[in-house]
């Protein structure tokens, strides 16, 4: 255990002595405020990293990371703490694009396409969580029926992000700006397998 943390500190003394300190251009206006162009939605898996996978400096993406990079429909009593980073990065910091990544060979899309009506619960939150993407899970059975359950779970992975861009809409203050033209929703799939990246538009 103390290994663990020492690695925490040793890793943020060598970030200090190799990009901070050596990058004030980029971290002292910083200090004053943020003003990010992105608003990123991605897996909490250890995998996927998108500050690593896309190349992100401080200040660039404001970023939300849950299970399967899911966003919830707007609902201010079961889901204000997304909604809440939502509001703020739209309302507050003006992003200008909100990306939703999802990626290959995730647990909370296998979770979701393994759920089945009326089997109990393994874990307190996992399986209620994934649920909000049942519409795409119903989705990829009806069209991908005969095809093996790994191939579903990767067509699944692109159509959850598609149910979280619809539930985007939902939000008001979002809906408001991609009418306006101030705020562009993107999907995107990391695929660190084969080493891709793609992104779509709907």
Sequence with gaps: ?????????????????????????????????????????????????????????????????????????????????????????????KVEVIVVIGHSRCGGVKALLSLQDGEPDKFHFVEEWVRIGSAAKTKVQADHASVPFEDQCSVLEKEVVNVSLENLKTYPFVKEAVEKGTLKLVGAHYDFVSGKFDTWEQ
Excluded: H, W
């Design 1 to 93: 255990m103390a290994d663990a943390v020492e690695r925490l500190k040793s890793g943020f003394e060598q970030f200090k002595a190799d990009v901070y300190d050596k990058k004030p251009e980029l971290f002292e206006p910083l200090k004053a405020n943020q003003s990010p162009k992105y608003m990123v939605f991605a897996c909490a898996d250890s995998r996927v990293c998108p500050s690593v996978t896309l190349g992100l400096q401080p200040g660039e993406a404001f970023a939300v990371r849950n299970i399967a990079s899911i966003v919830p429909p707007y609902d201010k009593n079961r889901y204000s703490g997304v909604g809440s980073a939502i509001e703020y990065a739209v309302c507050a910091l």
